[in-house]
């Protein structure tokens, strides 16, 4: 399965735009792109995923290049309740492939 | 009420002992989920369910059992709990639309084995 790579970690100011990187460059034509995010102490929540074009919904955008060996989840507006480890993954078309979680970003949000 | 429970949410035990870790949902997803975080690291998938009677290893089984006698509860069990098995466990979820799904994830159980 193709892998991803994020930085370890990021800091971003309060109400400030976030871009989150992603290198997916094995990425294959069948491959989903996924973002989920952790909260401290929780279980992670979806948050958008794609496949080719750009996608929007209420918690992000999701920017995928042309050629698709990368990926970028932007938050418009960080607030501290942003702060949360966001993982990156791919996933295969296919009803019975899985999610593989890798080590993710842990975002910092500054007041 | 959470749509996706998790009991307990502590446990200590001993090594040795056997353990089940319960997970119930109200979303009437057929697919259910067991994984575990361990610190500073992603989630590990152990098994995976799609379907009441359907059970499937994930990447990390040795050691766990599950049972999904209803589509709303997916267990886990530890038959003979040992230290390195000390970790955050998570169920989950899932809705697949089309070839794609959403997870939803339970609020964890953190287990200690001494």
């Known amino acids: 399965d193709a892998k991803t790579t994020q930085p370890n970690s990021m800091e971003s100011n309060e109400e400030e735009p976030v871009h989150l990187p992603c290198n997916h460059s094995?990425?294959?034509?069948?491959?989903?792109i996924h973002w989920y995010r952790q909260l401290p102490s929780q279980g992670p929540e979806y948050v958008i995923h794609g496949l080719t074009s750009n996608v929007n919904n209420r918690m992000a955008s999701l920017a995928i290049a042309e050629d698709r060996k990368s990926s970028t989840l932007i938050l418009h507006r960080a607030t501290l309740r942003d702060a949360a480890v966001y993982y990156c993954?791919?996933?295969?078309?296919?009803?019975?492939?899985?999610?593989?979680f890798g080590s993710g970003t842990q975002l910092t949000v500054l007041p | 009420d959470a749509d996706v429970t998790q009991t307990p949410r502590n446990r200590i035990t001993k090594t040795g002992k056997r353990i089940m870790l319960e997970c119930s949902q109200t979303k009437g997803h057929d697919r259910m989920y067991w994984y575990r975080q361990d610190p500073g690291l992603g989630l590990r998938l152990i098994y995976y369910s799609f379907d009441v009677k359907d059970i499937n290893k994930g990447e990390i089984s040795d050691g766990y059992s599950v049972s999904r006698q209803a589509q709303a509860k997916f267990s886990l069990s530890l038959e003979s709990a040992i230290p390195n098995q000390t970790a955050l466990y998570f169920c989950?979820?899932?809705?697949?639309?089309?070839?794609?799904?959403?997870?939803?994830f339970g609020p964890g159980t953190r287990l200690l084995v001494l």
């Open positions: 993954i791919l996933r295969p078309s296919g009803s019975a492939r899985q999610l593989t």
């Open positions: 094995t990425i294959s034509g069948t491959d989903y």
């Open positions: 989950a979820t899932s809705d697949l639309q089309g070839t794609q799904e959403t997870q939803y």
